[in-house]
């Protein structure tokens, strides 16, 4: 009885995956025809295809972090992620494996759209367990011109939208924050691409309306039927500093389950799951 | 001879930081990335701004793959001066070392094995030493827990810098000295034990045989004896009787912790000894450690923008249950609370106030040969800790303090440090001791004023 009802239940995931491909593709040669003009469903659909693409995934990252004289620093990490719903909670856990001095050091963040983030952090030398303060999420990830919240995404409730336009590729998202106090932008508006929903660009603006944030997306792969920004780019604009970040080896709907995500993995990172799997079909 | 010693390493150490400014200075690295400038918009950006091909040379790539064991390490020269010239300690120089690490894993399927091991030529004590710091097999018995077998770095409760349940073994020579952070923590030769459970995950580790901290004895550092009321330092070495390597003289200490929602919470037990030789044996003049029991608990989650901790031991002294014994320790209350939060960006603030209260008080004056120089009944402290990362997180600026009212002492440890590349960093800081008193806990460390810099190269 368990197994035919999976059977079907898996019947069922190929039938629509394979329906929603069909979709997609005639979707993309219709694209412009049916133009959006939701812009909390534009937003909502971005925010999917960006931070939720399938439900759990893997990747490899690898992070170029080059400041104003044009002095280079490398990070290099391995990134799981696992999906409690698709657009709500998420389970993330970093292991970084370059440079020497943050080798197997590990970071583990329950996140929480809407509300703050539980972060821990692992010190292999002293074998603690750190449990980090929320707190600013627009502060920089590891020393890089990414910002945690360009990591693992910004509450989509935060902001208030405004579609400016749209083009052939893109529709022209503004946003505003219901908060300003606590965060460093007055403004940012982005770019989504009309066929994938991936936002393809982001500029920052300061109170004094200039741009001074960039964040691209300069390569979107489609992985096992979802699209990925494979290369990005955070520029600082005011310091002329970037950071790059190529992520590779990446893999979605892994089966990752969801007790991964905890402090017997910071101990002993799950290198089942950490290893580079076989190439996907 | 030991002057020539120390200034080889003196040198060494500027030698080193000048090659890392040399390197930093001509840091251009193999160029996987062919970094483009341009500030094209994302709809004209071509693959050609990044290399398809770089990542077949990248050291990850080897790293990543199964089995593959890739030996790691460092290469550090430190020297540190003391800034007081009273000081008794035989030595001027604080630290003076060139040490050498190397590590690994070995897979073999789910276990492992880890080694890392330090070569390190000391020239304050005038000795070569090679350890072995941590030399583990790392084995998952069942689905739902793991065992850790052989040397370790063992790390549990709340406190930063304040441990009331973390009774592992602890070397404030390195502390005190400015080796790295990590070297506070002393490996014990141990068996660990984790099960997760769904209601409460268990830990339990058992020290076959005792692991003192490694406490002042006079070599490095000088401190208080109550023998003479002044602050000495050796020679004469601090006579103490070691624990044998009897299983009777082991240690075992174990934890309860689970989350609940946002807050994680924690119980504690140990069964073992002082960690350092605070009983005095009146018969043969000798210190020794006496037998100690501890309980606690703690509790850790977010409270507003921060982190809030709290903790709570009882340390019991199975040697002077009433506390009518002059020569052994009383037992003693800990409480620990705390929080953390970050103030701007990169600027974090960590706070806590930790009280440590003896139990049985008045029966320890009335028996007490020096009642005056005893600690206060109930001892307050206050430990600030800032931190401010800047330029990318290169450079990294931390102060932190434990300040004790009562007790009239204080120490302060402000560091800097700075990444000039992947490999090369710099670290430097200072270790002050304040006090009104030579006998306070911390007051008797005012003759051990210090600087330190390190360079280091990782790999």
């Given at each position: 009885m368990n197994i035919k009802h999976t059977v079907i239940q898996r019947f069922n995931r190929v039938i629509s995956r394979a329906l929603l491909a069909v979709c997609t593709i005639s979707l993309g040669m219709n694209a412009g025809a049916e133009d959006l003009d939701d812009v909390d469903q534009i937003v909502q659909k971005a925010n999917l295809a960006a931070f939720y693409s399938g439900v759990d995934g893997r990747a490899e990252t690898r992070m170029q972090i080059v400041d104003e004289q044009g002095r280079k620093q490398t990070r290099q990490f391995t990134i799981l992620r696992r999906d409690h719903r698709d657009g709500g909670d998420q389970q993330y856990l970093v292991f970084f494996s370059y440079p020497a001095d943050i080798r197997g050091t590990l970071f583990l963040v329950e996140k929480h759209p809407g509300n703050d983030d539980d972060r821990w952090l692992y010190l292999p030398g002293l074998d603690l367990v750190k449990r980090i303060a929320a707190g600013d999420k627009r502060t920089s990830f590891v020393g890089s011109d990414f910002f945690y919240e360009d990591v693992s995404g910004r509450g989509i409730t935060e902001d208030h939208h405004h579609l400016v336009s749209t083009s052939d590729q893109f529709y022209v998202v503004q946003n505003r924050p219901k908060d300003s106090i606590n965060v460093e932008f007055s403004e940012y508006t982005v770019w989504i691409d009309k066929q994938t929903f991936m936002p393809m660009k982001t500029e920052y603006t300061d109170n004094s309306g200039k741009i001074y944030r960039r964040v691209e997306a300069l390569q979107v792969q489609i992985i096992q039927g979802f699209p990925t920004a494979t290369r990005m780019k955070v520029s600082n604009l005011r310091t002329g500093g970037y950071t790059l970040n190529e992520m590779r080896f990446i893999h979605y709907d892994m089966g990752i389950p969801a007790d991964l995500f905890s402090e017997r993995s910071l101990r002993n990172p799950p290198r089942q799951w950490l290893k580079r799997p076989k190439p996907a079909n | 001879m030991r002057f020539f010693r120390t200034t080889l390493l003196l040198g060494a150490t500027i030698l080193c930081s000048c090659l890392s400014l040399m390197s930093a200075a001509q840091a251009e690295e193999p160029d996987h990335w062919s970094a483009t400038e341009s500030h094209a918009p994302s709809d004209t950006a071509t693959t050609d701004d990044w290399t398809q091909e770089d990542w077949g040379d990248d050291p990850w790539t080897e790293e990543s793959t199964d089995n593959a064991s890739q030996w790691h390490g460092f290469i550090e020269a430190g020297f540190g001066q003391f800034l007081?010239?009273?000081?008794?300690?035989?030595?001027?120089?604080s630290l003076a070392e060139l040490r050498a690490r190397l590590e690994n894993d070995w897979y073999f399927g789910e276990t492992y094995l880890r080694l890392k091991a330090d070569i390190n030529a000391d020239a304050v004590t005038d000795t070569l030493d090679a350890s072995i710091r941590e030399g583990f097999f790392n084995i998952?018995?069942?689905?739902?827990s793991d065992m850790r077998v052989g040397r370790q770095i063992l790390t549990w409760g709340t406190g930063d810098l304040v441990f009331l349940n973390d009774l592992f073994p602890k070397d404030w020579q390195s502390f005190f000295s400015g080796?790295?952070?990590?070297?506070l923590k002393a490996p014990a030769d141990a068996i660990r034990f984790t099960w997760y459970q769904s209601k409460a995950n268990l830990d339990l580790v058992w020290i076959p045989f005792f692991e003192a901290d490694t406490y002042l004895t006079g070599e490095r550092f000088s401190y208080y004896s109550p023998m003479t009321d002044s602050i000495t330092a050796a020679p004469p070495q601090l006579a103490v009787t070691q624990k044998s390597n009897t299983l009777s003289n082991g240690e075992l200490a174990i934890r309860l912790y689970q989350n609940i929602g946002n807050y994680e919470w924690a119980v504690y037990g140990y069964q073992g000894f002082y960690k350092q030789p605070r009983g005095f044996n009146p018969v043969n003049s000798e210190l020794f450690f006496p037998k100690m029991n501890v309980f606690g608990a703690s509790l850790r989650g977010p409270v507003g923008p921060g982190i809030m901790n709290t903790e709570l031991a009882y340390h019991q002294s199975k040697q002077d249950k009433n506390g009518s014994d002059p020569w052994v320790p009383n037992s003693e209350w800990r409480f620990l609370i705390g929080y953390e939060q970050e103030l701007i960006s990169n600027l974090t603030l960590g706070l806590q106030y930790y009280l440590e209260q003896i139990v049985d008080y008045q029966q320890l004056l009335d028996q007490s040969p020096a009642p005056n120089t005893e600690p206060p009944h109930r001892r307050h402290t206050v430990t600030v800790r800032l931190t401010y990362r800047t330029m990318q997180e290169k450079l990294r600026w931390s102060l932190f303090s434990f300040y004790s009212p009562n007790d009239k002492d204080a120490y302060l440890i402000p560091s800097v440090s700075y990444r000039y590349s992947d490999g090369w960093s710099l670290e430097s800081g200072a270790n002050i001791f304040i006090g009104d008193h030579i006998y306070s806990f911390l007051g008797q460390l005012q003759k051990n004023d210090n600087i330190y810099i390190r360079s280091i190269y990782r790999f």
């Open positions: - | 007081r010239s009273d000081n008794p300690t035989e030595k001027n120089v998952s018995p069942t689905s739902k080796r790295d952070m990590e070297y």
